[in-house]
């Protein structure tokens, strides 16, 4: 499992290196000693003759490179083997066993980690290779009209499941019922937006309490539903203490 996070959509090769780690099993707390025996291990398991270009591998995990050249390389060579590099360990771990790949998140990868999961897809063949992909309809890779892709387009929740979903976050209680059918109806039934409102309300105390039952009730009617989830965002933002406000504006701008 690897997933793409909005901060490092600038960030060459994020995805890809985090999908290396989990074929690997580096766990957070590894060291690079522990990172390189991992990657030694595995690479004798997928190839046992030692054809693999190491060196790709080795920039992709933070570990030092043993190949002298590697940086004089131009970026377009370095681009080049570590695309497959990649796709070559992903295909040959699928030779050995099924494998299943989930990749969260896919509107906020790098371009360069597309590349490498496009390249596992043309070589893929017949390999027990199972690629699930998450993404928003703003963004879709580029191969999913293949005979062998299928999309699975997720609906916004049913009324009733957004109602659940609702009450499991902010509470049951009759008080609520009146802020909860404002809430499905600004929502409509995007789980994230729900879920959102309903951590914005707790933050500002409109809901609260050990059973999260309610708040005071002049809060409670005084409440206007966020038009977004953006809007929900920003608000967060501008209810930061002021330097961190300008700590998070001047990361972020």
């Known amino acids: ?74 970026p377009p060579v370095r681009r080049s083997r570590s695309i497959a590099a990649l796709r070559t360990v992903v295909l040959r771990e699928a030779a050995l066993h099924p494998l299943i790949l989930l990749v969260e998140d896919y509107h906020w ?18 390999a027990r290779l199972l690629l699930l992909v998450t993404t928003r309809p703003d963004r879709y890779p580029p191969w999913t009209r293949r005979s062998y892709c299928q999309q699975l387009q997720l609906p916004a929740l049913e009324p009733e499941s957004a109602g659940v979903l609702l009450r499991e976050l902010i509470g049951p209680s009759s008080d609520l019922a009146s802020l909860r059918q404002q809430i499905l109806v600004q929502a409509g039934g995007v789980p994230l937006f729900i879920e959102e409102i309903a951590r914005s309300l707790n933050e500002s105390g409109v809901v609260a309490g050990q059973d999260r039952s309610h708040g005071p009730a002049e809060r409670r009617d005084e409440v206007v539903i966020p038009a977004s989830v953006q809007a929900i965002i920003a608000a967060r933002i501008d209810r930061l203490p002021p330097l961190r406000g300008r700590l998070l504006h001047g990361a972020t701008g």
């Open 1 to 74: 499992r690897a997933a793409a996070m909005a901060h490092t959509t600038g960030g060459p090769y994020h995805l890809a290196a985090e999908l290396l780690r989990a074929l690997l099993a580096v766990d957070a707390g590894d060291d690079r000693a522990e990172v390189a025996r991992k990657l030694t291990h595995t690479l004798a398991l997928i190839d046992p003759e030692g054809r693999a270009d190491l060196a790709p591998l080795q920039s992709l995990l933070d570990l030092p490179v043993h190949e002298e050249a590697w940086p004089r390389l131009a």
């Open 109 to 126: 990868a790098d371009l360069p980690s597309t590349e490498v999961l496009d390249a596992v897809v043309e070589g893929m063949g017949a």
